[in-house]
């Protein structure tokens, strides 16, 4: 009888641990009200790469402030890959020496000085995707260095992790970051591969949900053992994924490639689509070297209010014809965003008749009700107003480019 109830008891006891000890493994911990909004900001990479330094990085924040982008929104400083030096003895990372000659604190201050804010990259695995030292198996040293130097966001990557489970391996350095003290923006940068958009809300504030963009509008890069996606391919990409985003949680089309090679109405098309998707806004050219095409669709500030709308909901694909896809944004206020976007190559003539369409939508349970209500239109790009939705609309969209309305309440 004793036997039978101490069995029963440790029975009890190993259950209860094997709860809580499981519960705790999946239990990440954010900070709140970061993020409202899809982060916006530049990230070295997609046009500097591996060849990145303090240099650069110290004149994109210079540029950030002088071409008039950080008070178009634009706030973070992100260095991608190749920051990196050496682990010390004791295992915490230190920047590269030649690179980064004034250390990471000292870059920070320099950032946090002209009021924006400093992001670094690093990965889950044991190397970076760059073949530099990664944070596997020094998530709390490496939360505890970052918060020292004064970082505010932390893009984290999925190379090299072998067995890792990537929900478990976010987790730790989602709670390394919060036991650190300093609010991070969390990144998730596993390319989709197992549907962070299913796990991550609490985990950290975006995260990847394709492998890497190239600036093209609809070509594929291909690698041999992996591949990179053009502007539309990557679009394609989202199809299912809006109501998992919102505001602290958001899905990330990656980075932006305005002004590295596209043509205007290419780079047009591409930054208008991601403020339609509530994408974070990560620059990726050189903010020292910017055409005037490149600065003015970068810092247009009715496109960027489609993307920073405060109820934080994706847009979506309301119809296709003849490669013209028409596509709807909720907006605060009643207000809508619509986008008609010509993935041809020629001039498409649009026609719409607001009064026959019936634009629902099933996440947000926003109806615009054309047949009752009538919304001013305002041409995003032109700046102009350009009537009403009581007349038909009919326009031409030049190829691979876009007409992109917004439609406040009469
Ligand atoms: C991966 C990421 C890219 C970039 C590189 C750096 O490919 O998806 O965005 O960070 O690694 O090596």
Redesign the pocket.
């Given at each position: 009888m004793k036997t039978n109830l101490f069995n029963q008891k440790l029975i009890g006891w190993v259950f209860l641990c094997i709860l809580s000890i499981s519960s705790i493994s999946l239990y990440a911990q954010k900070f709140d009200s970061l993020a409202l909004t899809p982060p916006m900001g530049w990230?070295s990479?997609?046009k500097f790469?591996?060849n990145v330094n303090e240099k650069i990085i110290r004149e994109a924040t210079d540029a950030m402030v002088a071409s008039g982008m950080k008070d178009a929104g634009y706030q973070y400083i992100n260095i991608?890959?190749?920051w990196q030096g050496w682990r010390d003895k004791l295992g915490f990372i230190h920047p590269d020496s030649v690179k980064f000659p004034s250390g990471m604190k000292a870059l920070a201050d320099y950032v946090h000085s002209k009021g924006l804010k400093i992001g670094l990259?690093s990965?889950a695995g044991d190397k970076?995707?760059?073949g530099y030292p990664a944070s596997r198996g020094h998530e709390y040293q490496d939360a505890i260095t970052y918060a020292k130097w004064g970082i505010d966001y932390l893009?984290y990557?999925?190379?090299n992790t072998n067995d890792l489970n990537a929900e478990g391996a976010y987790t730790t350095m989602s709670n390394a970051l919060y036991s650190a003290g300093r609010p991070v923006i969390l990144s998730l940068?596993e390319?989709g591969n197992n549907k962070p958009w299913l796990w991550a809300k609490n985990v950290g504030y975006l995260w990847?949900t394709t492998?890497?963009?190239y600036p093209c509008f609809d070509c594929i890069k291909d690698h041999g053992t992996?591949k990179q996606w053009g502007v539309m391919y990557i679009l394609d990409m989202q199809k299912g994924l809006r109501k998992y985003a919102g505001p602290g949680h958001w899905n990330d089309p990656?980075?932006l490639e305005v002004g590295n090679g596209m043509t205007n109405n290419e780079d047009r098309a591409h930054f208008s689509m991601w403020c339609m998707l509530a994408a974070p806004l990560i620059a990726g050219n050189d903010l020292r070297n910017m055409s005037k095409e490149t600065h003015d669709i970068l810092t247009n500030k009715d496109v960027i209010a489609v993307d920073q709308d405060s109820l934080g909901i994706q847009g979506f694909k309301y119809s296709s014809n003849d490669s013209v896809e028409v596509w709807f944004k909720p907006l605060e206020k009643g207000d809508w965003a619509i986008c008609f976007l010509n993935r041809s190559i020629k001039p498409q003539k649009v026609s719409f008749n607001w009064e026959n369409e019936n634009v629902a939508d099933d996440v947000s349970g926003r109806i615009t009700q054309f047949n009752k209500v009538t919304y001013n239109l305002k041409d995003l790009w032109t700046k102009k107003d350009i009537g009403t939705t009581g007349k038909a609309l009919s326009a031409e969209v030049p190829g691979h480019d876009v007409l992109m309305l917004r439609l406040t309440k009469k």
């Open positions: 990230n990479w997609n790469a591996c991608d890959d190749c990259y990965d970076t995707c760059g893009k990557d999925w190379c940068c390319w990847r492998g890497d963009i992996w990656d980075m």
